[in-house]
């Protein structure tokens, strides 16, 4: 037998796990995109706040305000001369050891030792290079001495070099010959690189030998070379944020240690090498540390490259540049800045960002980002739930036609079938209809098993109607089981499902895109408006045809997919007469349908198209724009359809020229607020829906 074996799924992500959840993060970007935000806008605003309904996650501003926090705190951890206080320190506390060493000796020997420390620089820089050659009288002035020159070598290499300090806090002489042989081995590695002679061999064998001091243990060059030239910046930023007395003092002091401990030439060709490597690291940008503790060379490099990390992740977070992704966000940042936590954090922003666009909810054209059809019909439902909050109850708008056919809905009931009916069959009905009236009559003499004649529509659906024949406990035929037997189906039999047929209607929604619907705050509920009326007429009245006509100087039609992203123009010009001529060619190919015209608009027509195509904007209203326009109007009347306005202003003008169209078209004007908006246009629909068959 075969044996199996049971366990874990480990071949890919499980198969049968259920899709990840993005409803919630959908609805959310909904309520944003329905109060006038475009999708784009929308899905920054939903990473910035975090998931919705996810217990502990954060959002961006979250891990955003962190980091500032961080950076604050950075620059209150110290200043950024503590390296030339304490160098000044060492210097008085040896000058001051060697004073005391002379001041008993009478010798003129003494006394000119004594002149020569009074005549020293006041740069400490200058005043150390003048002590190098000095012989000291006092051995403790001079151990000072010399625990000052280490202090700078270990704090200049530190400053380069992270960790540098522990590694040479002994005053080995191995150990700074072995730093000196590790400088001129990276250097040559640099060069070889710039020849194009380097190869990864030669990396791991420096690594090898010298891995030890590199605590980030790079894999490549390329990560030490990024990791040496941030460090080098922030050192020249950390001389770049010194007042010129301090930067120049210090860089005597830098350039005395070096020289002091051979490195001098290595130094400068390593600097060299990196600044033409990555000249992208700002460097000699000044910095501001307002903390009051002293912070060493080593130090005070640490911080600035933590504070020039923490300004690249500040802008990374912030996603506030043309094409941001999350993507652009260094997750290896993140951890050294903010912890796990907040990597786990980014990844689930990252993964709902990815399943939008992998369910379709999301798509990017040409960069910009979009809802797909599927989102679309999620806001719509979204608004059109909206709106039907706020309508009394038993407001349907359904309306019934008996004599329907098959494209209308069941009702339940059936009726007799007539010539002519186009109602499905009830094929349960029709056929227990066949078997009562054989019961009654019995096998008509001689009768071929089979079906006879039958309207055109029941053949198909009743090619397959056979019944089992009930046999009786004393009619079973012993040698076999019950053969199935034909029913005989008359013309009398058949019955067909009563169905009731809505009406359909050609629909135009005309919607003012122009400025002065996000001027006056409308812009939103227009919006949510259009998205409302396409959700209800597409889903519960499939039968009509409905078009959305936005218009501005121009008017154009809406197709669903961009609705969700519509935004307002930024142009002079309500053209009303140029989405009339549109509205009109949409009724006219629908002439058998019953014509519906909604208008939601903020102002009178201030322009109409030349006879040339060219839209002409004259404010106030030309007689020729408003002549043009009320002839679009009475067009309309002709073709029967009744338009009635949404007025969102309550200006003279606008109320004038409404008042001038329903006296000559006989529509009905409305001025609703803007939050009710939806629930009057769905009203009115749902009123002219219902008051018509």
Known sequence: MSRYRYGAYEDGPDPLAPPYDVRDALDAMGDSVLDGTRPDDALRELL??????????????????????????????????????????????????????????PSDDARLREAELDALPSDTSQAIRRLSDYQWRSDAARRTFEQLKDLLRREVLDSQFQGMKQALQNQDPAAMQRVKDMMASLNEMLEKDARGEHTQADFDRFMDEYGDMFPDRPENLEELVDQLARRAAAMDRLLASLSPEQRAELAGLMEQAMQDAGLAMEMTRLGDALRARRPDLGWGQPEQMDGENPLGMGDATTALAELADLSELEAALGQDYPGARLDDIDEDAVRRALGRQAVDDLDALRRLEKELEKQGYLRRNRGKLELTPKAVRRLGETAL?????????????????????????????????????????????????????????????????????????????????????????????????????????????????????????????????????????????????????????????????????????????????????????????????????????????????????????????????????????????????????????????????????????????????????????????????????????????????????
């Not at 309904?53 to 891990?63: F, P, S, T, V, Y």
């Not at 200043?79 to 000058?95: C, H, P, S, V």
């Not at 004599?403 to 079938?417: I, K, M, P």
Request: net charge neutral; proline share 5%; charged share 30%.
């Open 48 to 105: 910035r706040r975090g998931l919705p309904n996810a217990q502990g996650r954060r959002g961006l501003d979250d891990l955003l305000r962190e980091v500032r926090e961080r950076r604050r705190a950075l620059r209150e951890r110290g200043r950024l001369d503590g390296t030339l206080e304490e160098a000044r320190a060492l210097l008085d506390t040896a000058i001051g050891q060697e004073r005391a060493e002379l001041f008993p000796d």
């Open 385 to 693: 739930r909206r709106v039907f909050s706020q309508l009394t109850s038993g407001r349907q708008g359904d309306h019934d036609q008996r004599d329907a056919g098959q494209a209308g809905e069941l009702t339940g009931a059936s009726r007799e079938w007539r010539f002519g009916d186009e109602q499905p069959l009830d094929v349960v009905r029709t056929v227990s209809n066949a078997i009562r009236r054989s019961a009654m009559e019995g096998p008509p003499p001689g009768a071929a098993a089979g079906l006879v004649a039958a309207p055109a529509a029941s053949v198909e659906s009743l090619a397959a109607a056979e019944v089992l024949e009930p046999v009786g406990a004393d009619a079973v035929d012993r040698r076999g089981p019950a053969r199935p037997a034909k029913v005989r189906l008359g013309v009398d039999d058949f019955e067909v499902h009563e169905t009731e047929r809505r009406t359909g209607a050609a629909v135009c929604l005309l919607v003012d895109l122009s400025y002065s619907m996000v001027l006056r705050g409308t812009w939103a509920a227009a919006k949510q408006t259009t998205l409302a009326l396409h959700t209800l007429v597409t889903s519960k009245f499939p039968q009509d045809a409905i078009q959305i006509i936005g218009f501005s100087n121009y008017a154009r039609t809406l197709h669903p997919e961009e609705m969700a992203g519509l935004d307002w123009d930024m142009v002079q010009g309500t053209n009303l007469h140029h989405a009339l001529m549109i509205a009109g060619r949409h009724l006219d190919r629908h002439p058998d349908f019953e014509p519906i015209v909604l208008v939601v608009t903020d102002g009178e027509p201030t322009a109409h198209l030349r006879p040339d195509g060219r839209s002409l904007f004259d404010y106030p209203p030309s007689t020729d724009t408003l002549v043009l326009t009320l002839a679009e109007v009475d067009k309309m009347t002709r073709r029967g359809a009744t338009m009635n306005f949404f007025m969102l202003a309550d200006d003279r003008r606008l109320v004038s020229f409404v008042e001038e169209v329903a006296r000559r078209n006989g529509g009905r004007v409305f001025a609703p607020d803007a939050d009710r908006l939806g629930e009057y246009v769905v009203s009115d629909y749902l009123r002219v829906r219902r008051g018509r068959r």
